[in-house]
């Protein structure tokens, strides 16, 4: 089964700005709280980001005030806005309800270029 979709990302030079979507069935984004979560080449994937059912979000050290994250619960969407890229941003990036599902979809990669 799909229940997670992710999409919006590409190549971007540093200091760009992408936004990721993820959308998702099953009423999970209004249901749950969600998280962003990343995997760079040759390393173990790391959370990103947090909100919960309402709007309180958390961020990993690494990108706090440079992401935001944020859902529309009647569009079953929830977003990254990713300012200020980095090279070391460069990774495919999932997303997941929390507690996770254990499953995940495709990801959506972002390439940051120096």
């Known amino acids: 089964q799909v229940q997670l979709v992710e999409s919006g990302g590409g190549l971007v030079q540093a200091g760009g700005s992408l936004r990721l979507s993820c959308a998702a069935s099953?009423?999970?984004?209004?249901?749950?709280?969600m998280a962003w979560y990343r995997q760079a080449p040759g390393k173990q994937r790391e959370l990103v980001a947090t909100i919960t059912r309402g709007i309180i979000t958390n961020y990993a050290d690494s990108v706090k005030g440079r992401f935001t994250i944020s859902r529309d619960n009647a569009k079953n969407t929830v977003y990254l806005q990713m300012n200020s890229l980095k090279p070391e941003d460069t990774a495919v990036y999932y997303c997941?309800?929390?507690?996770?599902?254990?499953?995940w979809g495709q990801g959506t990669q972002v390439t940051v270029s120096s």
């Open positions: 997941n309800k929390l507690p996770l599902m254990g499953s």
């Open positions: 099953g009423s999970i984004i209004s249901g749950n709280a």
